[in-house]
């Protein structure tokens, strides 16, 4: 039961956590190049807060685009501390590798058969 309660709460930490930081603070410059319209970011204001939302347009003032609720953002660009983009397929990744240690290594280590006698 313990393996199967630490197994699952790192599957849930290894999911919310993969993430590439696309834009590093302090340097906003890099929006233009980093970031492409119709990819989903996460952007961390100056103020702390976050948004995450499908970038449909980027100008030279504003960052505009559309969360999964249709909810509409407009970002000042000078108010962008920090992009992330998700990494999914390294996530999936993980959480399969983990899911796979968390079955194998019990019986590995009990020198017994996946799944028990």
Do not use: H, W
Not at 19 to 30: I, M, S, W
Request: proline letters at 3%.
């Amino acid at each position: 039961m313990k393996s199967k309660f630490t197994g699952s709460l790192l599957s849930l930490l290894i999911l919310g956590s993969c993430a590439t930081k696309v834009v590093k603070p302090g340097e906003p410059e890099q929006i233009d190049s980093k970031v492409r319209v119709g990819n989903t970011y996460t952007f961390k204001k100056l103020d702390g807060s976050r948004a995450k939302f499908k970038v449909s347009k980027v100008d030279a003032t504003t960052i505009t685009g559309t969360d999964l609720d249709l909810k509409s953002y407009n970002l000042q660009r000078n108010q962008v501390a920090s992009v992330n983009k998700s990494n999914t397929l390294g996530t999936v990744l993980i959480a399969a590798g983990v899911a796979a240690a968390v079955i194998t290594i019990p019986a590995y280590s009990k020198n017994e058969p996946v799944g028990g006698r």
